[in-house]
């Protein structure tokens, strides 16, 4: 396919890994920060191309993963409403909260639609106008912008059984306190190139000057991650600490304006607790104050405010990089997709599902 | 009846939609049984009006049953009567069988539109055709609305079966040649571009097809057929994980030989969803000794369903149950089937 298939190129995959070979004398660890390039490196087996001396450690930029439980059994109590239509992206459905999940809720007659885009919960609202429509507005700054549209249309066109249950995260603050963590592993970034096609990635560059890390903005086919690595390897090398653009393609150093607007215009900076993380101050997205009679909370009453206990699930240390999927006991014992312990099990951009899709229980034991 | 000539028949004015007397057994069952199914489907066994079908097979005989639902029930490419029809006649062809006869369940909702069911049961009847099959027997039941999402249908196959041994996930080998019959993805695609609330325009037809003539070919020109296998809902992923699993055998594939068409591949990319897990109608795999494996392959490229054959792997005796995918770039991973339902991700 054009456009995509000269970034899986097998020849300039292991011109790549040779380079990166080339380039790395000492032992170096590098965070990819998004779910989708944890995906994408299991997937193609991108780490098994690489030298013994680079590690890669999967960052939390999982949406479901960090979706706190309270707003996963706010989404549940919501769809459970007679007359309330509850819509949400397909891979939160599986996602459980502290006694069910959205699929369940479906199962015992909660109307919980699927849907691609918010634009289309919006259309939904304006076809059952008796209906109170409710968008679970979940994802990072790469979601953020649709989200905030569909909540100033609603506002614009005067929808008015529409409102957004919403949890929104920003990827910087997780950085940083992956960084100030005391058990931080971390000495590089592959930031991720979705969020920063949004926000651009000036907003990187004051954290690698203040924490020496160097920082690549990192596209999701096996050549941009190949490439990625190479450039934060030759910095580790050279003692640099700066951000580089490595997914120029669809990058820009500002973002993208009219998206940045949108989410301004709409959202504020929040407070946020992340699933297994804990909270993170200015961390998140809430509505803004002209637009919090879109707030689901405000017709439904607040989220929780407890914090989770995932039992024996260690996601919270698997989205810091802290622990590898297979260095959990439970991993593919008592934790498997369709019986998940947590969150970083179901999605598809959870690294725990992705490590015990392609690479298999028996070949991560014995790894 | 004049195949050729056959043409929906117009419901009767009143009976637009179906309703509860329709499954009654009473005037309005035979008025919709005369009207629609008999038109289409009669044959010298279902004209004997009687409870069941007399039917004569000679030697071993293969028998499948099969339930279809699927929504929207018109889709690109078929609908469910195609679907219900193929699905079955293909489930004969795996077991090595020349497809004969089928009887076909239909389950109701009060409400669905008798335009819709007409239009259904003219398609089971092209796809008979094609296939060469009857329906010898049948029955109609309607249920209350919300009791169904507007038509299920069950059919059951019987056919002779023609292969010289018993075909099946047993007879595979170590050193088994893996051919795939054709690009992957395609219904499963359809039906969910077709399904209301994912609307994107894909162009992307359904696959569903009958596989008999090939498998026959097969089977006629003496190539030693250890296993046939229909990719259906599991996808590439789920056929070759239950084929690996029930035989105790490794299996490794290339991804690269893995067809999958321009229009599926980005769609995929956009949905997030890995083409080897998702449903076809109308491709296969068959598990051939390495050295009648080229020549398998040549016959099944005779035939349009299976133009695009190719051989995609082999077995070993390796893990038991063991998929492995050689990548694009060299890495290889490991297939597994679908956990639970196929849900598109966030970003």
Not at chain 1, 44 to 65: N, R, S
Not at chain 1, 340 to 350: A, D, K, R, W
Not at chain 2, 97 to 120: H, K, N, Q, Y
Not at chain 2, 263 to 284: H, I, K, S, T, Y
């Amino acid at each position: 396919m054009k456009y995509r298939d000269e970034y899986r190129d097998p020849v300039a995959a292991a011109r790549l890994a040779e380079a990166i070979a080339g380039v790395v004398a000492r032992p170096w660890t590098i965070m990819e920060v998004c779910g989708g390039q944890t995906h994408a490196i299991v997937r193609y087996g991108i780490d098994q191309l690489l030298p013994p001396e680079v590690t890669l450690i999967h960052g939390p930029g999982c949406p479901v993963c960090v979706t706190p439980v309270d707003y996963i059994d706010k989404a549940i109590e919501i769809a459970g409403r007679p007359g309330t239509i509850l819509c949400s992206f397909g891979d939160m459905l599986r996602v459980p909260g502290s006694a069910s999940d959205l699929q369940s809720a479906r199962a015992g007659g909660g109307d919980v639609r699927v849907v691609y885009s918010p634009l289309d919960a919006l259309e939904i609202a304006r076809r059952n106008p008796e209906r109170e429509v409710v968008f679970f507005a979940v994802g990072f700054e790469t979601t953020a912008p649709a989200n905030a549209m569909a909540a100033f249309q609603a506002r614009r066109t005067g929808i008015a059984n529409f409102s957004l249950l919403v949890s929104h995260v920003l990827v910087p603050p997780a950085m940083i306190a992956i960084l100030e963590s005391p058990a931080n592993r971390v000495q590089a970034f592959l930031a991720a190139g979705h969020v920063c096609t949004i926000m651009g990635f000036e907003e990187y560059e004051p954290l690698a000057r203040r924490y020496r890390v160097p920082i690549v903005v990192t596209g999701f086919e096996p050549l941009d991650i190949l490439e990625g690595v190479y450039l934060c390897v030759r910095q580790l090398e050279a003692g640099r600490a700066e951000v580089e653009n490595q997914y120029a393609r669809s990058v820009q150093r500002s973002g993208n304006a009219a998206a940045q607007a949108m989410m301004t215009d709409v959202f504020r900076v929040v407070r946020r607790r992340w699933r297994g993380i804990g909270e993170i101050a200015e961390s998140g997205l809430g509505l803004a104050e002209a637009y919090r009679a879109y707030d689901a909370e405000e017709r439904f009453g607040p989220v929780g405010q407890r914090d989770a206990d995932d039992g024996e699930c260690i996601a919270g240390l698997v989205l810091c990089g802290e622990r590898k999927p297979p260095e959990c006991p439970a991993f593919g014992t008592r934790c498997t997709p369709e019986h998940p312990l947590g969150v970083t099990m179901v999605s598809s951009e959870g690294a725990c599902a992705a490590y015990y899709r392609y690479r298999g229980v028996a070949s991560v034991a014995a790894e | 009846m004049d195949d050729i000539a056959f043409s929906c028949p117009v419901p009767l004015p009143g009976d637009e939609t179906i309703k509860l007397a329709h499954g009654g057994g009473g005037r309005a069952t035979e008025r919709l049984l005369n009207s629609i199914f008999r038109p289409a489907l009669d044959g010298p066994e279902l004209s004997r009006r009687h409870d069941g079908a007399h039917l004569d097979l000679n030697g071993p005989v293969a028998m499948t049953t099969d339930s279809h639902v699927v929504s929207p029930l018109v889709f690109p490419g078929g609908d469910i009567g195609s679907l219900a029809v193929n699905g079955t006649v293909n489930d004969l062809a795996m077991c090595g069988a020349r497809p004969a006869f089928l009887s076909a369940a239909f389950i109701l909702e009060e409400g669905l539109e008798t335009a819709l069911l007409a239009r259904v049961v003219a398609s089971m009847r092209a796809a008979a055709l094609a296939a060469g099959v009857r329906v010898v027997t049948g029955d109609l039941k309607v249920v209350e609305r919300g009791k169904a999402d507007g038509l299920f249908i069950t059919t059951t196959g019987v056919g002779t079966v023609v292969a010289p041994r018993a075909i099946g996930p047993q007879g595979v080998q170590p050193g088994d040649a893996v051919i795939l019959s054709g690009d992957i993805g395609r219904h499963g695609i359809a039906i969910m571009a077709a399904r209301e609330g994912l609307g994107f325009e894909s162009g992307i037809e359904s696959d569903c097809a009958p596989l008999s003539e090939p498998v026959l070919a097969l089977l006629a020109a003496g190539v030693d057929v250890h296993c046939l296998r229909d990719l259906t809902r599991g996808g590439l992923a789920g056929g070759l994980v239950e084929i690996a699993e029930t035989s105790g055998l490794s299996i490794t594939i290339e991804e690269q030989v893995v067809a999958v068409s321009e229009p599926v591949a980005a769609a995929c990319e956009v949905l997030g969803l890995d083409p080897f897990q998702v449903a076809n109608e109308g491709r296969f795999l068959a598990f051939v000794p390495a050295a009648e494996a080229a020549r398998a392959v040549d016959i099944l490229r005779g035939y349009p369903v299976s133009a695009g054959a190719a051989i995609i792997g082999t077995v070993t005796a390796g893990v038991a149950g063991r998929v492995s995918s050689r990548g694009l770039i060299g890495g290889t991973r490991v297939l597994d089937m679908l956990s639970g339902e196929q849900l598109p991700r966030i970003c």
